[in-house]
């Protein structure tokens, strides 16, 4: 009898040690604080998902604010390399590493991120995995835009003369140079302290960034671009995992993952992550007495004209590079109409 009930008690530890090794760790690594929106909104929730739909099998373990080391510009080789398992990134911050993906960082294309995102992700399968190689990609976006943060009024492009303005990739370098202004490139963590302490005069950054950044309390004038129509610039983000560990994945756990990746997952991280949260953000600043303004149209077409080369730029060096970049522009804006509904 007792060698029976140690027999049970034996299979029972083994099935138990058998079930909590099944459980696989994901080490998602990105450069926001854990307070931040799109990790509350979208990062939180799609591990929550993830764990839920796999029964516990697979769990997310975030680590926000670079705790595992480096600098933003490096977590594409950190997931690439499989120092962390996913992250969430610009992967422009790699400059020159994403030529044909940056295409969507051009001035006065993108009118909201639900209509970025997904023109991004049906553009990146169709023209430009290479650039990913050694990273599973599980979903893509854009912000809604870029709107300028300014101590300084701004309404006409003469306003711009002189500016220091924070940029946050070259391609937004390129357009605030082209408007006259001087392009200071830094984490976004420090523009709100760079902006008090007179580093620098602006920054264009979406409206998701208020309360990471609280830059509504620092400066008091927000200029977008007229409602409706394409904003300034734009960032773009790959939320991607190391290829192997996905590849490690039990079948039934890769269909969690593939589950909630792709083109609705990256129209729901846009949506979520910064569409929805335009009007609440807007009324955070309106809340201080700040000014929110537009420009009109017939300014617009005046920035618009004055960024003109930045297109032709990129193109030709798209072009340097192998690339047909006439017919990747092209193919973008394409997409972004097909998606602007």
């Given at each position: 009898m007792k060698k029976v009930l140690s027999f049970f008690m034996f299979m029972s530890l083994a099935l138990s040690l058998q079930s909590v090794s099944a459980v696989t760790t994901l080490k998602v690594h990105h450069f926001l604080p854990a307070a931040s929106s799109f990790n509350v909104r979208v990062i939180q929730p799609w591990c929550d998902k993830v764990a839920k739909e796999s029964n516990g099998d697979l769990v997310c373990q975030i680590y926000p604010s670079m705790q595992l080391g480096g600098t933003p510009p490096q977590l594409v080789d950190q997931v690439k390399d499989g120092v962390v398992d996913i992250v969430w990134v610009i992967p422009t911050y790699a400059a020159g590493r994403f030529t044909k993906s940056e295409v969507f960082e051009l001035p006065f294309l993108t009118s909201s991120a639900k209509q970025g995102s997904q023109a991004l992700w049906e553009y990146v399968q169709n023209n430009a995995l290479d650039e990913y190689k050694g990273i599973k990609l599980l979903f893509m976006h854009t912000t809604e835009g870029y709107v300028l943060h300014s101590n300084k009024q701004v309404k006409t492009l003469e306003d711009l003369k002189g500016m220091k303005i924070r940029s946050a990739t070259r391609i937004n370098a390129k357009l605030i140079s082209a408007l006259g202004a001087t392009?200071?490139?830094?984490?976004?963590?420090?523009?709100?302290?760079?902006?008090?302490?007179?580093?620098?005069?602006?920054?264009?950054?979406?409206?998701?960034?208020?309360?990471?950044?609280?830059?509504?309390?620092?400066?008091?004038?927000?200029?977008?671009?007229?409602?409706?129509?394409?904003?300034?610039?734009?960032?773009?983000?790959?939320?991607?995992?190391?290829?192997?560990?996905?590849?490690?994945?039990?079948?039934?756990?890769?269909?969690?993952?593939?589950?909630?990746?792709?083109?609705?997952?990256?129209?729901?991280?846009?949506?979520?992550?910064?569409?929805?949260?335009?009007?609440?953000?807007?009324?955070?600043?309106?809340?201080?007495?700040?000014?929110?303004?537009?420009?009109?149209?017939?300014?617009?077409?005046?920035?618009?004209?004055?960024?003109?080369?930045?297109?032709?730029?990129?193109?030709?060096?798209?072009?340097?590079?192998?690339?047909?970049?006439k017919k990747l522009l092209e193919d973008a804006r394409n997409l972004l109409k097909k998606y602007e509904k």
């Open positions: 392009p200071v490139q830094m984490p976004l963590p420090s523009v709100s302290d760079s902006i008090s302490k007179g580093v620098i005069d602006a920054a264009m950054v979406p409206w998701e960034a208020l309360p990471a950044t609280k830059i509504h309390e620092i400066v008091k004038y927000h200029l977008d671009a007229p409602v409706s129509g394409p904003r300034f610039s734009n960032s773009i983000f790959m939320f991607g995992m190391n290829q192997a560990k996905y590849d490690s994945l039990s079948p039934s756990q890769k269909k969690v993952i593939d589950n909630n990746s792709g083109l609705s997952t990256s129209a729901w991280a846009g949506a979520t992550g910064y569409d929805a949260i335009v009007e609440p953000y807007v009324k955070m600043a309106k809340d201080r007495n700040n000014t929110i303004s537009y420009l009109s149209t017939a300014e617009f077409q005046r920035w618009a004209k004055a960024s003109d080369h930045v297109d032709d730029d990129w193109v030709k060096e798209a072009n340097a590079k192998g690339a047909e970049g």
